[in-house]
C-alpha cells in the first residue's frame, strides 16, 4: 500500500507569515507530485505541481521536493486569510498502463488576520 | 465552459437500494476516476478509467462498480448501499499520459446511507 502522509493539523499562521506544508510518500518509484487547496466544502483545485529535485515557485507558493528523503512541502509566503484551507499532498506513480493518484489526509491551513 | 459534472450533488438512500452517481466532463478527457472523501482520511480512489471499456481497481473498491461505455461518462454505482459509503464522493477527470497531470474534480456528492 502507497502511502502519503501528511500533518493533519491544524495549522495557524498570522497573517503576512510563510505557512510550511509538508509530506513526506512511501514509494519511491513516485514521478509527480502535486498539492491541491480545498476549501470547506468544495472540491480540491490544483495550487502545484513538481516531479524534479528542488525549489518551483509560482507567486507566493513554492513547492520544494526531495526524492531521495522522499519529501515534498509547500511553502505560502505572505499568507493571507483567503489562503485558511485544507491543502492536499498528492503523489502519482505512472507503471506501464497502471496509473495511481495517492492523496494524503490534507493539513488544515488557517491564516489569522 | 470546461467542466465536470457530477449529479446529484446530495443524496439520501436507505441500504440496500442501488443507486447511481453520474459523472461527465466535456474536454474530451481519457482518464476519469471516482474518489471518497471521509473525515481524516482525505481523498481514496475507488475506481479509474484509461479509456472507454477500461476499468481498474483504486484503494477502495469494494461495494462499488463502475463503467465507462462512452468516452465522456463515467458513473458510479452502489449495487448495494450500507452506510459505511456514507462520504463524499468525487468525481475527477484529466488528460492520459505525461507527469504534469492536473485533474479536474467535480463538485462533489455527498451521500447519506440510512
Known amino acids: 500500500q502507497k502511502e502519503v502522509e501528511q500533518n493533519s493539523g491544524p495549522l495557524s499562521v498570522p497573517e503576512g507569515a510563510i505557512a510550511s506544508l509538508n509530506c513526506t510518500y512511501s514509494d519511491r518509484g513516485s514521478q509527480s507530485f502535486f498539492w491541491y487547496r480545498q476549501y470547506s466544502g468544495k472540491s480540491p483545485e490544483l495550487i502545484m505541481f513538481?516531479?524534479?529535485?528542488g525549489d518551483k515557485e509560482d507567486g507566493r507558493f513554492t513547492a520544494q521536493l526531495n526524492k531521495a528523503s522522499q519529501y515534498v512541502s509547500l511553502l505560502i509566503r505572505d499568507s493571507q486569510p483567503s489562503d485558511s484551507a485544507t491543502y492536499l499532498c498528492?503523489?502519482?506513480?505512472?507503471?506501464?498502463?497502471?496509473?495511481?493518484?495517492?492523496f494524503g489526509s490534507g493539513t488544515q491551513l488557517t491564516v489569522l488576520p | 465552459e470546461a467542466q465536470v459534472t457530477q449529479n446529484p450533488r446530495y443524496l439520501i438512500t436507505v441500504t440496500g437500494k442501488k443507486l447511481t452517481v453520474t459523472c461527465s466532463q466535456n474536454?474530451?478527457?481519457?482518464?476519469m476516476s471516482w474518489y471518497r472523501q471521509d473525515p481524516g482520511l482525505g481523498l481514496r480512489q475507488i475506481y479509474y478509467s484509461m479509456n472507454v471499456e477500461v476499468t481498474d481497481k483504486g484503494d477502495v473498491p469494494e461495494g462499488y462498480k463502475v463503467s465507462r461505455k462512452e468516452k465522456r461518462n463515467f458513473p458510479l454505482i452502489l449495487e448495494s448501499p450500507s452506510p459505511n459509503q456514507t462520504s463524499l464522493y468525487f468525481c475527477?477527470?484529466?488528460?492520459?499520459?505525461?507527469?504534469?497531470?492536473?485533474?479536474?474534480f467535480g463538485s462533489g456528492t455527498q451521500l447519506s446511507v440510512l
Open positions: 498528492a503523489v502519482n506513480t505512472v507503471s506501464g498502463s497502471a496509473r495511481q493518484l495517492t
Open positions: 513538481i516531479y524534479s529535485n
Open positions: 475527477a477527470s484529466s488528460n492520459t499520459g505525461g507527469r504534469d497531470e492536473k485533474l479536474f
Open positions: 474536454m474530451n478527457h481519457e482518464y
